[in-house]
């Protein structure tokens, strides 16, 4: 049996208002297949969910089609709806105990959907139901109890035994695994792979991503009633291609993930809906983004584009304009108007020599919108000169880069100043890095100088005070006044972070921001990093010595070895299974606090053979002769002839 939903929207009416909960909606479950359906609170998934079965209030109004075995689905016709109740299409509701009546037992509860659908007589069904109760975990002293005696696991217990009783075709769980034990969601899992062994069509409603990953086939991701993205659960973690799924994937805290939790900038609850003198209630040309703070914000929504797009990291212009198709992009379908998380900076073939020193071979690197891609390697691998690179301030003796789509040697010909507004910088020491002649207040506000923006005194200075505001510094006018040399070393890396956010970059790239400050100082300016990367959207390029450090923080990693990219990829798959030898040294050298041999007087030239051969445990006789290339091993690429494939962090896996 198999669930087709067509075109669905569902507006719950409030006054002169609505309120869209569900807009052109389509989705398909086959038999023996799990649909895994994600989203913040009040996206729209409950809804999704009763809809199918007519269970909607009163006040809501529905269009679109649902669809049983091909056969649609009369939502106003009851008598219709209760031939397929329980027999055919079955809910467990969110809410545990709520859904049981307190005054009967929990036997008489599970048996009469067997009584009321299936046409068996109480004692037959009684039986019946105590035979599925017992499978579900709840042997024979349980069965004669009321729910308000049974624990949260043991009620969910008995509501997937109401749902299963008359083994229905399709199978709708909402929430089924919310403020369960892990030990619990294994009786729900046991349920979702056993119905999909017999052909059953399952939707799963959740808001445990990992669950979902683990328990389905493919995955819809809903945001303000609207499928923003498609896609293979397997690909929910590792392959994400809307920036809404992103989001969703780092507010999440999966074990198999390294990097401290972010989150979505701002909030978004649900569309209110206007009719001002029109018939159709769900028109979005009337509708308002509604937010707890206020009744609306900011009058209309616009009369198209992105839902999405005040919560996106890389919304542009064009994000506000036109219709957002559902298009196909590989294995995904996305909702988006630039088709997907798009490339910030691409660099391909870069290389950069000084004098007899070779700098950079020939390297690709290419940093997602909205992600924190950290480079890591000992003293001297390169990284600064990859990162200034990037930056614009270095340029490469070979290579192309491009930034946003266009090529970046072009515009710094044509005009560097609009790139650079776009490129905020760090540099690795704050104290060399401003000048000691400028008070605070001058020091922040001198790109405003440099770049003319075209601001009164009153608003530069306004400016430079949100700036340091948001790196948690005074705003005080004896304190604009100070110099750097009257100011402690983390002071004066907020004050370096203010200066590099002052023009409204949309790319970060930090050099070693933190490398000369104490343990406390130093986590107050990665939260910071973190928060104003998820508040203002940015993407960042971080580079540092600590991969113990770059674990809290980051998307995805690059392992640099003397100008050389040997490994990148997820964090997460980086920390838990290195592939390079180099890689979990540096890891190892974290936990067991070993140095590494350095490899001295080496002269950079990269002959023939693998860079780290000397120092490597698993050297064999092709590491000297032949330079490894990078190759995709599982979800990272690795430039090594004998890649490991022993977990470091198994738990991690």
């Given at each position: 049996?198999?669930?087709?939903v067509?075109?669905?929207?569902?507006?719950?009416?409030?006054?002169?208002?609505?309120?869209?909960?569900?807009?052109?909606?389509?989705?398909?479950?086959?038999?023996?297949r799990?649909?895994?359906?994600?989203?913040?609170?009040g996206?729209?998934?409950?809804?999704?969910g009763?809809?199918?079965?007519?269970l909607?209030?009163?006040?809501?109004?529905?269009?679109?089609?649902?669809?049983?075995?091909?056969?649609?689905?009369?939502?106003?016709?009851?008598?219709?709806?209760?031939?397929?109740?329980?027999?055919?299409?079955?809910?467990?509701?969110?809410?545990?105990?709520?859904?049981?009546?307190?005054?009967?037992?929990?036997?008489?509860?599970?048996?009469?959907?067997?009584?009321?659908?299936?046409?068996?007589?109480?004692?037959?069904?009684?039986?019946?139901?105590?035979?599925?109760?017992?499978?579900?975990?709840?042997?024979?002293?349980?069965?004669?109890?009321y729910?308000?005696?049974?624990?949260?696991?043991?009620v969910?217990?008995?509501?997937?035994?109401?749902?299963?009783?008359?083994?229905?075709?399709?199978?709708?769980?909402?929430?089924?695994?919310?403020?369960?034990?892990?030990?619990?969601?294994?009786?729900?899992?046991?349920?979702?792979?056993?119905?999909?062994?017999?052909?059953?069509?399952?939707?799963?409603?959740?808001?445990?991503?990992?669950?979902?990953?683990r328990?389905?086939?493919?995955?819809?991701?809903?945001?303000?009633?609207?499928?923003?993205?498609?896609?293979?659960?397997?690909?929910?973690?590792?392959?994400?291609?809307?920036?809404?799924?992103?989001?969703?994937?780092?507010?999440?805290?999966?074990?198999?993930?390294?990097?401290?939790?972010?989150?979505?900038?701002?909030d978004?609850?649900?569309?209110?809906?206007?009719?001002?003198?029109?018939?159709?209630?769900?028109?979005?040309?009337?509708?308002?983004?509604?937010?707890?703070?206020?009744?609306?914000?900011?009058?209309?929504?616009?009369?198209?584009g992105?839902?999405?797009?005040?919560?996106?990291?890389?919304?542009?212009?064009?994000?506000?304009?036109g219709?957002?198709?559902f298009?196909?992009?590989?294995?995904?379908?996305?909702?988006?108007?630039?088709?997907?998380?798009?490339?910030?900076?691409?660099?391909?073939?870069?290389?950069?020599?000084?004098?007899?020193?070779?700098?950079?071979?020939?390297?690709?690197l290419?940093?997602?919108?909205?992600?924190?891609?950290?480079?890591?390697?000992?003293?001297?691998?390169?990284?600064?000169?990859l990162?200034?690179?990037?930056?614009?301030i270095?340029?490469?003796?070979?290579?192309?880069?491009?930034?946003?789509?266009?090529?970046?040697?072009?515009?710094?010909k044509?005009?560097y100043?609009?790139?650079?507004?776009?490129?905020?910088?760090?540099?690795?020491?704050?104290?060399?890095?401003?000048?000691?002649?400028?008070?605070?207040?001058?020091?922040?506000?001198?790109?405003?100088?440099?770049?003319?923006?075209?601001?009164?005194?009153?608003?530069?200075?306004?400016?430079?005070?949100?700036?340091?505001?948001?790196?948690?510094?005074?705003?005080?006018?004896?304190?604009?006044?100070?110099?750097?040399?009257?100011?402690?070393?983390?002071?004066?890396q907020?004050?370096?972070?203010?200066?590099?956010?002052?023009l409204?970059?949309?790319?970060?790239?930090?050099?070693?921001?933190?490398?000369?400050?104490?343990?406390?100082?130093?986590?107050?300016?990665?939260?910071?990093?973190?928060?104003?990367?998820?508040?203002?959207g940015?993407?960042?390029?971080?580079?540092?010595?600590?991969?113990?450090?770059?674990?809290?923080?980051?998307d995805?990693?690059?392992?640099?070895?003397?100008?050389?990219?040997?490994?990148?990829?997820?964090?997460?798959?980086?920390?838990?299974?290195?592939?390079?030898?180099?890689?979990?040294?540096?890891?190892?050298?974290?936990?067991?606090?070993?140095?590494?041999?350095?490899n001295?007087?080496?002269?950079?030239?990269?002959?023939?053979?693998?860079?780290?051969?000397?120092?490597?445990p698993?050297?064999?006789?092709?590491?000297?002769?032949?330079?490894?290339?990078?190759?995709?091993?599982?979800?990272?690429?690795?430039?090594?002839?004998?890649?490991?494939?022993?977990?470091?962090?198994?738990?991690?896996?």
């Amino acid at each position: 049996m198999n669930l087709e939903v067509k075109n669905l929207d569902v507006a719950y009416g409030n006054g002169g208002h609505s309120i869209q909960a569900l807009e052109d909606v389509n989705l398909k479950i086959d038999q023996g297949r799990c649909l895994a359906l994600v989203g913040e609170s009040g996206s729209g998934k409950t809804t999704l969910g009763k809809a199918c079965l007519g269970l909607l209030p009163n006040n809501a109004r529905q269009r679109g089609s649902i669809l049983l075995n091909g056969q649609e689905i009369d939502t106003n016709d009851e008598t219709a709806l209760n031939t397929i109740r329980w027999k055919s299409v079955s809910m467990v509701f969110q809410n545990g105990a709520a859904n049981l009546n307190p005054a009967h037992r929990i036997i008489d509860q599970v048996a009469e959907p067997l009584i009321q659908h299936g046409g068996v007589n109480r004692d037959e069904a009684r039986g019946r139901a105590a035979k599925v109760l017992e499978e579900m975990g709840l042997p024979e002293e349980f069965l004669g109890r009321y729910p308000h005696q049974f624990s949260g696991g043991q009620v969910q217990r008995v509501l997937l035994a109401m749902a299963m009783i008359l083994d229905p075709g399709v199978l709708i769980l909402d929430e089924p695994t919310s403020a369960l034990d892990a030990l619990t969601k294994g009786v729900v899992s046991r349920v979702i792979e056993e119905g999909r062994s017999r052909g059953k069509a399952i939707l799963l409603i959740t808001h445990d991503l990992e669950f979902a990953v683990r328990s389905a086939d493919s995955m819809a991701v809903l945001y303000l009633g609207q499928i923003m993205e498609a896609l293979p659960a397997d690909e929910l973690f590792s392959n994400p291609l809307h920036p809404y799924t992103l989001a969703l994937k780092r507010s999440y805290p999966a074990m198999n993930s390294a990097r401290d939790l972010g989150g979505i900038r701002g909030d978004a609850f649900y569309r209110t809906i206007h009719q001002h003198g029109h018939e159709d209630e769900t028109d979005y040309l009337h509708s308002h983004i509604q937010v707890p703070e206020s009744s609306h914000k900011d009058g209309h929504a616009p009369p198209s584009g992105c839902l999405f797009s005040e919560r996106c990291t890389q919304a542009i212009e064009e994000c506000q304009k036109g219709r957002v198709r559902f298009e196909q992009a590989g294995t995904h379908t996305v909702r988006c108007l630039r088709r997907g998380i798009v490339d910030m900076l691409e660099l391909k073939g870069v290389e950069k020599g000084y004098n007899s020193v070779t700098a950079l071979c020939p390297i690709d690197l290419t940093v997602k919108a909205g992600e924190i891609f950290s480079l890591v390697g000992e003293t001297g691998s390169g990284k600064t000169t990859l990162a200034m690179t990037a930056a614009g301030i270095t340029r490469p003796d070979q290579g192309s880069r491009l930034f946003e789509g266009r090529d970046m040697d072009r515009w710094i010909k044509k005009d560097y100043k609009s790139l650079a507004r776009r490129i905020g910088v760090i540099y690795q020491n704050p104290a060399e890095s401003i000048s000691h002649r400028f008070s605070v207040l001058e020091t922040v506000a001198e790109p405003l100088t440099i770049h003319r923006v075209g601001l009164e005194k009153g608003e530069r200075v306004d400016r430079v005070k949100k700036c340091l505001a948001d790196v948690h510094l005074s705003t005080d006018r004896a304190f604009l006044e100070r110099y750097p040399h009257e100011l402690n070393m983390g002071a004066l890396q907020r004050i370096c972070l203010a200066r590099a956010l002052v023009l409204g970059p949309r790319f970060l790239i930090a050099d070693e921001p933190t490398s000369s400050l104490d343990p406390s100082v130093q986590a107050k300016v990665l939260k910071l990093l973190l928060d104003l990367q998820i508040e203002r959207g940015l993407t960042m390029l971080f580079v540092s010595h600590d991969i113990g450090l770059v674990r809290k923080i980051s998307d995805r990693i690059g392992v640099m070895l003397q100008g050389q990219m040997v490994e990148r990829g997820p964090a997460s798959s980086i920390l838990s299974q290195p592939c390079h030898p180099y890689t979990r040294l540096l890891i190892e050298s974290v936990r067991r606090a070993f140095s590494l041999e350095l490899n001295r007087g080496n002269n950079r030239q990269h002959p023939a053979g693998c860079s780290f051969a000397p120092r490597c445990p698993e050297r064999q006789e092709i590491c000297d002769k032949q330079t490894p290339q990078l190759r995709d091993i599982g979800h990272v690429q690795v430039a090594c002839h004998f890649p490991l494939n022993t977990p470091l962090f198994p738990f991690l896996q």
